[in-house]
């Protein structure tokens, strides 16, 4: 999908906050935030899902198209993504995941990004609840531009996950409606899916921390 703006700069010479997109951030004292560039009518569902995932242990940041039609000219390249909110909550993070919605129709998550420890634990605990989940080799999805916004946090590494329309109308009952979206158990599977490899990935890092550098 290609919107009509190449940066934020552009889109807020042209659209206003409140009446055609909001903001979304919360800041918590973590090393991981989970970024929704393109919620709202733009990916429908998908600040749903990063909401949840972040809960309270992780920061959290939303940016989201609130036009009553038309939302996807508010789609900003990830590359290009600078709105200074989300900008802030990937650069003052160690490690940043974005959670993108794409087009197929079949019920599946692509994993991109470089750090590949990370997809690693999220592409086996998808896999062990039950969801098709690969690592993407699709261009323009795979998400290793190191100016994509999941790769600005201070490691250089982050992970994007794009998860497909046909999947997202199984996590949520009326799916483009927001007053009418209903989550549904699948929702719930998962985030709890994603939330379980991050929390295996936070504390291999508490671990990596504690241990400090060896000297040979």
Known sequence: MRGKYSNFSELALNEREGEDYTIVYREVDSRI????????????????????????????????????????ILHINSNAFDEPSGAKASRNSLVAVTIHGCQDKTAIVLLGGRNQELKQYMLSALKAAGFAAAISEIPGLR????????NRCTSGKGVQLEISRGLRERMF?????????????????FVHALREALLTFDEHLQMSSAAGPRNC
Do not use: M, Q, W
């Open 33 to 72: 935030a989970i970024i929704a560039p393109h919620g709202g009518g733009i990916e429908p569902g998908t600040i749903d899902i990063a909401d949840a995932v972040a809960s309270l242990e992780y920061t959290l940041y939303g940016f989201k198209g609130v036009k009553k039609n038309g939302n996807y």
């Open 143 to 150: 998400g290793i531009d190191p100016e994509n916004i999941c």
């Open 173 to 189: 009952d009326n799916l483009d409606h927001r007053l009418l979206r209903k989550k549904t158990i699948l929702f719930y599977s």
